[in-house]
């Protein structure tokens, strides 16, 4: 059975910088884009980061690009986000998710089979 669990999240500063990382185990880790989404209270689930399978392409939200990136271990099964610059509008739950082998849109979360429980980020201002 397929597993995601994150780590990383807390409270930070305006300015500051977080890493978070996510442990997949259960599925053919190499295969499978993975994606970071985040919800805040009140709004839809959004998307943050993806990256393929072999980990030579990228995709990044205009909120996020320049200050988050993602990159993945496919030796360790885990994918990594790191966020610099962090705002107070970047406060959510994280999600780290699977991509289903075949779809349309990355960016998409529909799209998305196996996802993890979130961990929190929270930027004071």
């Known amino acids: 059975q397929a597993q995601l669990v994150e780590s990383g999240g807390g409270l930070v500063e305006t300015g500051g910088s977080l890493r978070l990382s996510c442990a997949a185990s259960?599925?053919?880790?190499?295969?499978?884009?993975m994606g970071w989404f985040r919800q805040a209270p009140g709004k839809e689930r959004e998307f943050v980061a993806a990256i393929s399978g072999s980990g030579g392409r990228t995709y990044y939200a205009d909120s996020v690009k320049d200050r988050f990136t993602i990159s993945r271990d496919n030796a360790q099964n885990t994918v990594d986000l790191e966020m610099n610059s962090l705002k107070p509008e970047d406060t959510a739950v994280y999600y780290c998710a699977a991509r289903r082998p075949v779809g349309l849109s990355i960016r998409n979360w529909h799209e998305y089979e196996y996802w993890g429980q979130g961990t929190q980020v929270t930027v004071s201002s």
């Open positions: 259960g599925v053919t880790f190499s295969s499978r884009s």
